[in-house]
């Protein structure tokens, strides 16, 4: 969701021109639906953070979690591939995959997971000061 930002770009918000309340409504939208998603995923990482009685387990699946999805991110925005594609041509779809990987795939995804560790640090940092 947070890579749906990009989609920002269409409007115009031209501020002299005045008030347009069609752009600020959809960017309103996009905005509710990146916030729900962030906190989904907060909730999420804390759920699966008490896992486990061990708490170095519990921070390696999340930190796994966060590779995952900011590779899926990755394959979905880049590649455009989609999960139905690893049904019907599970062989192109893995080819594909293996052909992209790169140096800045694996930039790409460290960035998204610097992301994901921000926000649930700020999510636990608020969590802790109640």
Request: net charge positive; with cysteine; glycine share 6%.
């Amino acid at each position: 969701m947070v890579t749906d930002l990009i989609h920002l770009n269409q409007f115009q918000f031209n501020f002299y021109a005045g008030l347009n309340l069609f752009e600020w409504k959809y960017f309103t939208y996009l905005l509710l639906g990146v916030f729900l998603a962030v906190y989904i995923m907060i909730l999420i990482y804390f759920e699966i953070l008490t896992l486990t009685s061990h708490p170095w387990l519990n921070r390696i699946i999340v930190l796994i979690l966060m590779f995952l999805n900011g590779f899926g991110i990755y394959i979905g925005r880049f590649l455009r591939l989609h999960s139905v594609y690893f049904f019907n041509e599970p062989l192109h779809v893995l080819n594909h995959i293996l052909e992209s990987l790169t140096l800045k795939t694996a930039m790409f995804v460290c960035f998204m997971v610097v992301m994901q560790a921000a926000i649930l640090l700020f999510g636990k940092g608020v969590r802790l000061n109640k």
